[in-house]
Each structure stands twice: as C-alpha cells, then as structure tokens.
C-alpha cells in the first residue's frame, strides 16, 4: 500500500531556513512527478513545489519562487523541500503528493493521487 511520510516540520524564526523531508512506501516512486502543497487555517490547500520523475524539471509557485528548492533521490524513494528565508506566511500544513500518472508535476490539486499526512511548519516574526 502506497505510503507517504512526511518529517521536518517546526517552529522557526522568520528569516530561518527548514528542510522538510518525504519517503515513499513504494518501488514505483522514481517513475513520477512528485509534488509539495500546504495548507494554511482557512485556505485552500495550494501549491509549493514539483519536480520530475528524474529531477531535472521544477516548478514553482510565485510565492516562493528564489526561496525553496525542491528536490529528489530516487535512491532514496525520499523527496526535499529546502525552505530559506521564511516568513510569517509561510505558516501551514506542507503535504508531498505523488502524481500517479505522468513523470512530468503539475499544479493542481487533483493532479496527485497520493498523499502523505502533513507536517507542520510555524514561522514566527
């Protein structure tokens, strides 16, 4: 059964940086896109960050774009979201996702199939 587990969430300082970390259950992981969201208390969950089955294509929400970087190793079966620069705004709930169909990330919501449970990210001013 798929299973995504997400770890690296906390409480930081504006301005501070975190590292958010997901691990895929199964094999099949380093066939397709991989994707980050978050949701914040009474907002629709948006998008972050996606990346390629291969990693060598990205995509950004202008919200973020010069601050994260995501990434993945499909050695691993592990995908990255590096977060500099943090403020306030940046405070939600982050979720990976796993495309189930296509290599390539989109930016809906309804694009991934999978998805983990959360972690929790605070910024504070």
């Known amino acids: 059964q798929e299973q995504l587990v997400e770890s690296g969430g906390g409480l930081v300082q504006a301005g501070g940086s975190l590292r958010l970390s997901c691990v895929d259950s199964d094999d099949a992981f380093s066939a397709y896109a991989m994707g980050w969201f978050r949701q914040a208390p009474g907002r629709d969950r948006e998008f972050v960050a996606g990346?390629?089955?291969?990693?060598?294509?990205?995509v950004y929400s202008d919200s973020v774009k010069g601050r994260f970087t995501i990434s993945r190793v499909n050695a691993k079966k592990t995908v990255y979201l590096q977060m500099n620069s943090l403020k306030p705004e940046d405070t939600a709930v982050y979720y990976c996702?796993?495309?189930?169909?296509?290599?390539?990330?989109?930016?809906?919501?309804?694009?991934?199939?999978?998805w983990g449970q959360g972690t929790q990210v605070t910024v504070s001013s």
């Open positions: 996702a796993r495309d189930g169909q296509r290599g390539i990330p989109g930016t809906l919501v309804t694009t991934y199939q999978y």
């Open positions: 990346v390629s089955w291969d990693g060598d294509y990205t």
